[in-house]
């Protein structure tokens, strides 16, 4: 705190007048030039018997030791001040301590006795191991002045840089032993001592701007320079802290990403990404806001900057403001998770991945589809991939000469078909003769696939396909199709052109079985 000194009267004057007169009075007789502090102390509201010196004194290393600088610009003048919040005849240096005050008493402005009471405690916790901790270190020679500090102040400063050092380099090295043992234990993986290594130098700089808190004031360094030396650490604080966590997230979001790949769901391995983006720019955020503050920026109006155009934001970006809630919507209902096959709409195709804005799906022309998460979270989602059995169904159409006992045979070997094929649903299985169509007569063949993937659903859907084929070629099944035939039977002269049938029951079952027999010994490869 650089205090402004009056020019020496020849004879000394302690004005109290005014609030500007008193603390001028005080920092006045207190600055190493004009050291007097029997004069600073009658700005002070005290009682008989109390060393009213000392503390003054105190109070001005108390200013001193928080770089906290008094303008006297801004100090009031007149000597009939009023505070406008409290009424009172009152002023308060710094709002950073409330209970240093000035008060007009009987006509005069003096600090008052709540000032005198908290100015021990106040002493004590910014210097801990005495103001005069480091001078008592060096000889009396070390008071002389060189580049605007005494020779005890640059060793104080030599001093300080090494123990911070030293500090540092052993408290890395403990900090990293533990994150690399739990790094070890959680993970059983080498790859991950890296994040571990790297978070431990932010967290033992953290440590160490703590340390400075309460060494650097012990330096009584000068107010115009001590100034700027507090505000920098104190903004050094938020900020190693924020980058200790920032780097910690990377360590952690390790040990969930391999508790996610224990689960089924493969939604948790790409939701796990997006938490650990989401909270790194949360620190971000957060800790630029406490480094603001501590830089001295009015935090309070930035955020309300921020909330006025925040509005503004949301009302130009509604759709992406849809988006991120849909995509929340996808995270917590769980439509589909990656690589499963979903329809919805004009979409088909396999989820590949799922952001903060869209879901990117790649189509069966191997195409990428990005898909608005709002659309998605708007729309039907179908999900086959969610299949436990994959339906197959179709009409096989006889012609209408088939025989009733052909067309039995035929059935009961269809059912037989998917009883042998070993991926099959056979609990649900519904083959008939169901309808008499315009030219042919249809049986229903209504089957589930018990197949994990498109792939293995196509290969079978072709066996059983061409065992049906292969039944009705064997059992002379004709397969009939949607024409319009002129048929004459018989020609004076000529064979008959009707198709011939078996018509004996045992020959065609004896057939049929042969030919399943044959067909479960080759599906059963």
């Known amino acids: 705190m650089v205090h402004t000194t009056n020019a020496q009267s020849p004879e000394p004057r302690v004005e109290t007048s005014s609030p500007y007169k008193t603390i001028l009075t005080h920092l006045t007789y207190l600055q190493p030039e004009n050291y007097q502090p029997n004069l600073a102390a009658k700005a002070l509201n005290t009682d008989q018997g109390v060393d009213a010196e000392r503390l003054a004194v105190q109070l001005k ?59 021990p405690g106040l002493h004590k916790s910014i210097y801990p191991f005495g103001s005069d901790f480091l001078m008592r270190l060096f000889p009396d020679h070390s008071h002389k002045v060189y580049l605007g500090l005494k020779v005890w102040q640059h060793l104080g400063i030599l001093l300080l840089i090494i123990l911070c050092v030293v500090i540092h380099k052993l408290l890395s090295l403990f900090i990293r032993a533990i ?39 012990v ?22 802290g924020t980058i200790f966590l920032y780097r910690l997230v990377d360590l952690v979001a390790v040990y969930f990403e391999k508790m996610a790949e224990r689960t089924e769901n493969t939604l948790d391995d790409q939701l796990i990404p997006l938490i650990k983006k989401s909270l790194k720019i949360f620190i971000i955020l957060t800790g630029s806001l406490f480094v603001l503050q501590q830089l001295n920026f009015n935090v309070t ?18 759709d992406t ?37 869209s879901t ?7 195409s990428l589809v ?24 179709t009409t096989i159409g006889v012609t209408y000469d088939t025989p009733p006992a052909l067309i039995q045979a035929f059935t009961d070997g269809l059912k037989q078909l998917v009883a042998n094929h070993p991926g099959t649903r056979k609990d649900y299985v519904e083959i008939h003769l169901n309808d008499f169509a315009g030219s042919s007569l249809n049986i229903l063949f209504y089957i589930f696939f018990d197949v994990p993937t498109w792939s293995e659903e196509l290969k079978a859907r072709h066996e059983i396909i061409l065992g049906i084929i292969e039944l009705a070629d064997t059992l002379g099944v004709q397969f009939a199709f949607p024409t319009q035939t002129l048929h004459v ?37």
């Open 219 to 240: 330096l009584q360094l000068p107010i115009a320079l001590n100034k700027y030396v507090v505000v920098i650490i104190n903004a050094l604080t938020p900020l190693f």
């Open 321 to 357: 403001i849809k988006n991120l809630f849909g995509s929340l919507m996808i995270f917590l209902d769980r439509p589909f998770q990656i690589g499963d096959w979903i329809k919805s709409g004009d979409i088909d195709g396999t989820v590949e991945e799922v952001g903060f804005r």
């Open 370 to 393: 990005y898909v608005p998460n709002g659309q998605i979270a708007d729309s039907t989602v179908d999900n086959l991939g969610r299949r436990v059995y994959r339906r197959f169904k």
């Open 61 to 119: 290393q108390v200013l001193d030791g928080e770089g906290l600088w008094v303008d006297p610009d801004r100090i009031p003048k007149n000597p009939n001040y009023v505070d406008s919040i409290t009424g009172l005849s009152r002023y308060v240096l710094f709002k950073e301590h409330p209970d240093i005050f000035v008060e007009k008493v009987n006509g005069q402005w003096l600090y008052s006795q709540r000032t005198v009471e908290v100015i």
């Open 489 to 525: 039977e018989n020609f004076p002269g000529k064979e008959s052109l009707s198709p011939k049938y078996m018509t004996n029951p045992d020959e065609i079952r004896d057939k049929a079985v042969r030919y399943l027999k044959a067909y479960r010994e080759k599906v059963g490869k």
């Open 179 to 217: 994150l690399v043992r739990v790094a070890r234990k959680t993970y059983h993986l080498e790859t991950n001592l890296k994040m571990a290594l790297v978070a431990a130098r932010p967290l033992s700089l953290l440590v160490i701007t703590l340390l400075l808190v309460f060494l650097v004031p």
């Open 301 to 318: 109006t930035i955020l309300a900057g921020l909330s006025i155009g925040g509005l503004a934001f949301a009302l130009a970006a509604q």
């Open 360 to 366: 990117r799906v790649r189509t069966f022309a191997n």
